[in-house]
């Protein structure tokens, strides 16, 4: 998760801290994009 976060940093992941936070609905809808095969990462 904490790879997924570094590499998305900006689009469903921030740094705050010394922590990554995750916007959930940003992220689901990024991992919905990858399930019916977009490449597109902006949403």
């Known amino acids: 998760m904490r790879r997924?976060?570094?590499e998305n940093k900006g689009f469903?992941?921030?740094f705050l801290g010394n922590?990554?936070?995750i916007v959930r609905?940003?992220?689901e809808?990024?991992?919905d994009s990858?399930?019916?095969g977009?490449?597109?990462t902006e949403l």
């Open 12 to 14: 469903y992941a921030i």
């Open 29 to 31: 809808e990024y991992i």
């Open 19 to 21: 922590r990554y936070l």
């Open 38 to 40: 977009e490449e597109d």
């Open 4 to 6: 997924l976060a570094e």
């Open 34 to 36: 990858l399930a019916i």
């Open 25 to 27: 609905k940003k992220f």
